[in-house]
C-alpha cells in the first residue's frame, strides 16, 4: 500500500479539482467465483458488453442497501465499477499532471484506466491514490474500471473468515466476522480527478504550539514532487496564514522549501466545544511554491504549485493524571459512533454529516471516538471547525490472532491513518484498537512492538485502545498505552436487567485500572440496546425508560469519579442505531443509540444533553 496521496485534494489557483461521483455501472461476480472478471477481463472493455447484468449504482455509498436485490445485500466477493470520463486537452498543454483519488474503498481495490492496471489497494477506510497522467487520453473519453472485493480473512484489518456451505442451490461463500457492524462495501467515498502542477506540493505536516502569552507557532514540513528539477538557490516558499475573515495574520517568505516556522502574534488557538465563546476557529495555511526568475530589477517570478489547508493552532499535553489542551485539563463528554445510514450504509452523506454535528451540538458532546476506523475525511474537516474532538481508531476490531503478517498489516493501517489525520486540529489521541482479546499471552509481545512503532510516529498524541477484559492486571495491552480505556456493559451483558448494579462496580472497576496503570483512565462504551417508543414501567430490558435508568445509574459514578482527576471521560454507545449482521441478538440492526438510524432523539438523548450542558464549561 502507497503511503502517498494522503493530501486531501483542493482546487487553487495552480490545481484544478474534478468530481467523479455521481451514478456507476456495477457488475456482480458470480458469487461462486470472484475471480470471474478477472478471467472474463472485464476491464478491457464497456461492461456493458460482458452481456451480464448492469446495475446502476450511485458513488459514493456502499452497494449493499440500495437496490432490493438480497444477492447483492449479501454479496462475498468482488464487483466491478465502472465509468467514462473526459480529460480536457488543455491539461495536457498545461503539462499539468493527472491525479485520480478515491476517499476510501472497502476492502480492496483494483483500478484500471482504460484496460490498463493502474493500483491496488486494500483497507478501506482510509484514502489512496495514483498519477494517471499516461494513461488517460487527452481530449477525449475515458474509462475507469474498479474490481472491489469486500472478503475479510485472518490477515485483513478487521479479520474475518469466508466459509464454504452447502446451500439449497449447492454452495455458498459465507463472509463470517466477530464485530458488531455490518461489512457494507463499495466506493464509500468521493472520487476526484485532480491535477498540480509538474513540480508540486505533495505533502505538508504541521505542528502547533501556543504559548501562555498568545503566541501561536506552526511548524511546517514540505514535500514536493519532481523537486529534483528545482534550482534550489533561485525558489522559496511564501507562507501566508488567513484569520476566519481572509485576513493575513502571519506571513513568511523562507528560502528553505522544505521546513519553517510561522509564530503568529495574538493567536486566536483552536478550543473544543462548550470550552471558549469562539470553538474551532481555524485558521487557512497557504503555501507557494515560488521560482525566481527576472532581474533584481524587473522580477519575474513563477508560481509554481499553490496548496492552502485548514488549521486550528493548539497545544496538547498529557500526564499520567489527565489531558491537556491549551494547557487545561480536558473532560471528554461523548459517543462511540459509527459512519452508518438506512439505505446509503457507509456512504458519505454531506447532509448526513451536517446532521450529526448539529445533534452532536445539540446534545453537548465535545468529542467521539470514531469506533472502529478512521471516518471519512470531511467529517474531520467537521469536527475541526465545530471543536469536536476525535479519538481517531483504526479499523482493528476483536483482533484475536497475533501473527506477524497481521502485525505488518496493523503496523501499516496506523502509518497511513496518522498520515492522513496528522494535521486535524480535532485529533487528540490514536487508538490502535478495540477490544483485542488481550488475555492471550500473545497479545503481549504484540502490542509491545505495535505501540513501540506507533509511538515513534503518533506526532504529539497520547495512544489509547478500548479494552474489555474483565480484570485489569490480565490486560496485555494496555500497559503500553498513555490512556487507559475500557469498555463495560453493567446492567447488560453484566447481570442484564440489574440497574441495581452499576454504581459500585463502574467506580471500583475505573478505581482498579488506575490502580494497576496509574494513567489517566476512560470509558469508551457503556449503554444498552433501546426500542424507540417501547415504553415500560417499572423499567425493563430494552425500554426507553430502562435506557434512561441505565444512564442516570452511570452518572452517578461518573460524578464520583470525576472528583478522582484522573478519570477523564465518558462515552456512551452509542451515537445512534446501526446496522449489523443477521443473528437473534440484533433486533433491526444495534439498538443502543442515544438517537435512532433516522437521527431523531430517544428519550435518553434528552436526559444526556441536560447532562453534557451541565458538565460543559467546568473544566
Ligand atoms: C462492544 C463493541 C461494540 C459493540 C458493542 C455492543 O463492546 O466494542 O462494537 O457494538 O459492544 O453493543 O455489543
Redesign the pocket.
Known amino acids: 500500500n502507497p503511503t502517498v496521496g494522503l493530501l486531501y485534494p483542493r482546487e487553487s489557483n495552480t490545481r484544478e479539482v474534478r468530481s467523479l461521483d455521481g451514478i456507476w455501472n456495477l457488475l456482480r461476480s458470480n458469487a461462486s467465483d470472484p475471480l470471474q472478471g478477472i478471467r472474463e477481463k472485464w476491464y478491457k472493455e464497456n461492461l456493458r458488453a460482458t452481456n451480464h447484468e448492469i446495475t446502476l449504482m450511485p458513488v459514493p455509498a456502499s452497494y449493499n442497501d440500495v437496490t432490493v436485490d438480497q444477492r447483492l445485500r449479501d454479496h462475498v466477493g468482488t464487483v466491478w465499477y465502472e465509468r467514462h470520463f473526459f480529460v480536457p486537452s488543455r491539461w495536457r498543454k498545461e503539462r499539468m499532471r493527472v491525479w485520480l483519488r478515491f476517499g476510501s474503498i472497502h476492502y480492496e481495490a483494483i483500478v484500471w484506466i482504460n484496460g490498463q492496471t493502474t493500483m491496488r489497494h486494500s483497507f478501506g477506510h482510509l484514502p489512496f491514490e495514483v498519477e494517471i497522467s499516461s494513461y488517460v487520453n487527452y481530449g477525449s473519453e475515458n474509462r475507469i474500471t474498479i474490481m472491489v472485493d469486500n472478503r475479510l480473512n485472518n490477515h485483513t484489518i478487521p479479520q474475518g473468515q469466508v466459509v464454504k456451505q452447502v446451500n439449497d442451490d449447492g454452495f455458498a461463500y459465507i463472509q463470517t466476522y466477530t464485530?458488531?457492524?455490518f461489512n457494507y462495501a463499495g466506493i464509500h467515498r468521493s472520487v476526484h480527478l485532480y491535477t498540480t502542477p509538474p513540480t508540486y506540493i505533495s505533502d505538508v505536516e504541521l505542528k502547533t504550539q501556543v504559548s501562555r502569552n498568545l503566541i501561536g507557532r506552526i511548524d511546517y514540513r514540505l514535500w514536493l514532487g519532481n523537486a529534483e528539477v528545482l534550482d534550489v538557490k533561485s525558489t522559496h516558499v511564501l507562507v501566508k496564514l488567513l484569520d476566519k475573515s481572509g485576513n493575513v495574520a502571519a506571513h513568511q517568505i523562507n528560502r528553505d522549501i522544505r521546513n519553517g516556522t510561522l509564530l503568529v502574534p495574538n493567536v486566536k488557538p483552536w478550543w473544543p466545544y462548550l470550552m471558549n465563546p469562539d470553538p474551532g476557529y481555524m485558521y487557512t495555511l497557504e503555501f507557494q511554491l515560488i521560482a525566481e526568475g527576472g532581474t533584481e530589477a524587473e522580477p519575474n517570478n513563477e508560481l509554481l504549485d499553490a496548496y492552502r489547508l485548514p488549521v486550528g493552532i493548539r497545544n496538547l499535553s498529557w500526564n499520567k493524571d489527565g489531558l491537556f489542551l491549551n494547557n487545561k485539563p480536558l473532560y471528554l463528554r461523548g459517543f462511540?459512533r459509527h459512519e452508518d445510514s438506512d439505505i446509503r450504509g457507509k456512504g458519505l452523506d454531506n447532509a448526513l454529516l451536517t446532521r450529526d454535528f448539529s445533534l452532536l451540538r445539540w446534545v453537548g458532546a465535545n468529542a467521539y471516538r470514531t469506533?472502529?476506523y478512521p471516518y471519512s475525511e470531511e467529517s474531520m474537516q467537521f469536527a475541526d471547525q465545530h471543536g469536536i474532538m476525535i479519538i481517531d481508531e483504526c479499523a482493528s476490531?476483536n483482533t484475536d490472532l497475533f501473527e506477524p503478517e497481521l502485525l505488518v498489516n496493523h503496523m501499516s493501517y496506523l502509518e497511513q491513518l496518522i498520515h492522513r489525520d496528522r494535521n486535524h486540529a480535532s485529533v487528540i489521541a490514536w487508538s490502535i484498537a478495540?477490544?483485542p482479546r488481550t488475555k492471550k499471552k500473545a497479545a503481549e509481545a504484540y502490542f509491545g512492538a505495535l505501540a513501540n512503532y506507533t509511538r515513534g510516529i503518533a506526532q504529539g498524541r497520547p495512544l489509547t485502545a478500548?479494552s474489555?477484559v474483565d480484570k485489569p492486571s490480565e490486560c496485555m495491552m494496555s500497559q503500553f498505552l498513555d490512556i487507559i480505556g475500557f469498555?463495560r456493559?453493567n446492567a447488560w451483558?453484566h447481570n442484564a436487567g440489574r440497574t441495581d448494579m452499576i454504581v459500585q462496580p463502574m467506580y471500583d472497576e475505573a478505581k482498579n485500572w488506575r490502580d494497576r496503570y496509574q494513567k489517566p483512565v476512560i470509558l469508551f462504551?457503556y449503554?444498552g440496546?433501546t426500542i424507540e417508543g417501547y415504553h415500560t414501567l417499572p423499567a425493563f430490558i430494552w425500554s426507553e425508560e430502562y435506557q434512561t435508568t441505565l444512564f442516570s445509574k452511570h452518572f452517578k459514578a461518573f460524578d464520583r469519579l470525576r472528583e478522582l482527576k484522573w478519570f477523564i471521560g465518558e462515552f456512551v454507545?452509542?451515537f445512534a442505531d446501526f446496522k449489523t449482521e443477521q443473528a437473534f441478538t440484533r433486533v433491526g440492526g444495534?439498538k443502543?443509540g442515544v438517537f435512532t438510524r433516522n437521527r431523531q432523539p430517544k428519550d435518553a438523548a434528552h436526559l444526556l444533553r441536560k447532562r453534557y450542558h451541565a458538565l460543559a464549561w467546568k473544566l
Open positions: 464485530f458488531d457492524f462511540g469506533s472502529h476490531v478495540n477490544e478500548a474489555n469498555n456493559y451483558y462504551e449503554g440496546d454507545w452509542n444495534n443502543k
